[in-house]
């Protein structure tokens, strides 16, 4: 079963723009975390944010997390041609002995 | 530095034949799991373990079969190939081995399994 659902399914946009992707989950969870995948690679983690934490930064990247819409974005500011790649949201659930859960991921393209 | 090594990277198989996929980590990760990854879907759990000799299973583990007999070693069996298992699979691991096992993963580079 999907947990975590990312909005939109893709996204084009120029070099140097930002980049804004989401996130949203069904049930309660301890963390939320974000992993990016480029073509024909495994999948590499990109951040971790807690239940009890509302952003979190790291480098170009902002994750926020709302437990009250139990959804969460994440940000990529002056995008770059490498952040090209698919970025996942996983989550875990207590019904799903805290396992992650992924969503089915936003496919970013930064055009030149 | 090699983290998380899969193999092999491609493979190609007719319906009703086995094989094992090789996963292999050098970071003394106490948890490993596989997934699957097919297109327009988020990663499935199919197996996972949280220590040597013991095992459990995930979302989809019909046709598949784990053992851990060693800390760094993890192998994926396909019993009977079935072009339902047509998929990309990848083995994680992670220092996590207590609830919630949902610590930072480390990913290999996937195994692309195509069966005929």
């Known amino acids: 079963s999907q947990q975590g659902e990312e909005d939109p399914q893709a996204l084009s946009i120029q070099e140097g723009e930002n980049a804004t992707m989401n996130c949203s989950y069904k049930?309660?969870?301890?963390?939320l975390q974000w992993y990016r995948q480029n073509s024909g690679r495994g999948l590499v983690h990109l951040i971790l944010?807690?239940?009890n934490e509302r952003e979190k930064h790291s480098g170009r990247l902002r994750v926020t997390l709302d437990t009250s819409k139990k959804s969460s974005s994440l940000l990529i500011t002056a995008s770059r041609a490498a952040d090209t790649a698919s970025y996942f949201c996983?989550?875990?659930?207590?019904?799903?002995?805290?396992?992650?859960?992924w969503g089915a991921g936003t496919k970013l393209i930064i055009k030149p | 530095n090699a983290g998380v090594t899969q193999t092999p990277k491609f493979q190609v198989l007719k319906t009703g034949q086995s094989m094992t996929l090789q996963c292999a980590q050098d970071m003394n990760h106490e948890y490993m799991s596989w997934y699957r990854q097919d297109p327009g879907m988020g990663l499935r759990l199919i197996h996972y373990s949280v220590g040597a000799g013991i095992t459990d299973q995930g979302e989809v583990p019909n046709g598949y079969n784990v053992s851990r007999s060693t800390t760094e070693d993890f192998p994926l069996r396909l019993l009977s190939a079935a072009p339902s298992q047509t998929s990309v699979y990848f083995c994680?691991?992670?220092?996590?081995?207590?609830?919630?096992?949902?610590?930072?993963?480390?990913f290999g580079e996937g195994s692309r399994l195509t069966v005929l």
């Open positions: 049930t309660s969870i301890n963390n």
């Open positions: 994680a691991s992670s220092y996590s081995r207590s609830l919630p096992y949902t610590g930072e993963l480390f």
């Open positions: 944010i807690r239940s």
């Open positions: 996983a989550t875990d659930a207590a019904d799903s002995n805290y396992q992650l859960i």
